[in-house]
């Protein structure tokens, strides 16, 4: 049974801002970006810089483009045949939407967890030993088992599923299933993770365990999340974008957006206003 004074704890507890942290090397830089859906515009010149192993925050009401930007990064919008993208981004110096760039292998680069968990109808193991398998990172199955358990560690997943591996993921609580997600996106070994509302689907205590994976997997990863909840921006990230009407209107360290933002309609998002 979960424990009622705990869940009201994690609910409620105080927002403490990461601390501002030195200037980041560039990873990923978006440039002029803007994405049609057919004859309707839904981003307008995007420009913004994402700093390697930080936790950047896109926030904004809802159809604001935050989610459509970040599909940009691992080309997702790829598959909806009316979307265009026009501008430029690029991870490690390196053009993302180059003709000759190979889209798979972008995408095990750039991995991806959703906001509803979805495990593959597979094992535990085999759910995050499917990519291993097919971008070939494994020899062996002794290669194959070690990818696997690093992969759950990582996830803070593995002492909770190392005694039932062979049973499907799908029968994982849902907080479970979307740390399963995330040990599958990390055994790819990718080098950005992003997450479009990876919390939403979930109740308070698990959402706090992805909150505090996320702190340690900025370590290793660069990571981008899409949050309605602004409490959960402003514990987990280092810097936050706010998206308005398809617009970047402002970016920058966290509490600073939080607490002295530059624009107005930033200002009145935060406190309530609108959105």
């Known amino acids: 049974m979960v424990n009622m004074s705990e869940t009201m704890s994690v609910a409620t507890r105080a927002v403490t801002y990461p601390h501002v942290e ?3 090397a560039i990873k990923i830089r978006a440039e002029n970006v803007s994405v049609f859906y057919g ?4 981003l307008f010149n995007v420009n913004l810089d994402i ?7 896109l926030i904004g009401p809802s159809g604001c483009g935050k989610s459509t930007f970040l599909r940009c990064m691992n080309r997702m919008n790829d598959v909806i045949p009316i979307c265009r993208v026009e501008g430029s981004i690029t991870i490690d110096d390196s053009d993302i939407y180059a003709s000759s760039l190979d889209v798979v ?3 095990a680069r750039v991995g991806m967890v959703f906001q509803k968990p979805n495990p593959f109808p597979k094992s535990i193991f085999d759910n995050v030993a499917y ?9 062996c199955k002794a ?6 358990s690093a992969s759950l560690q990582k996830a803070g997943l593995w002492n909770e599923v190392k005694d039932r591996l062979d049973q499907p993921g799908t029968g994982l609580s849902g907080g479970q299933q979307q740390r399963l997600c995330i040990a599958r996106a990390i055994a ?4 950005v993770i992003l997450m479009d509302e990876p919390c939403s689907a979930l109740d308070p205590i698990a959402t706090a365990k ?5 702190d340690e997997l900025r370590q290793q990863y660069t990571i981008v999340i899409v949050t309605h909840s602004m409490q959960q921006a402003a514990r987990v990230s280092q810097r936050t974008a706010f998206f308005h009407l398809g617009t970047l209107v402002e970016e920058g360290d966290t509490p600073t957006i939080f607490q002295s933002p530059v624009d107005p309609r930033t200002q009145d998002y935060i406190t309530g206003r609108f959105g």
């Open 105 to 107: 292998e972008l995408r």
């Open 188 to 191: 790819v070994k990718p080098d």
């Open 51 to 57: 700093g390697a192993n930080q936790v950047t925050a």
């Open 131 to 139: 990519g291993p398998r097919i971008h070939g990172f494994a020899s």
């Open 22 to 24: 030195e200037p980041a």
């Open 39 to 42: 004859p309707k515009q839904a």
């Open 210 to 214: 992805i909150e505090e994976l996320m």
């Open 143 to 148: 290669d194959l088992e070690e990818i696997v």
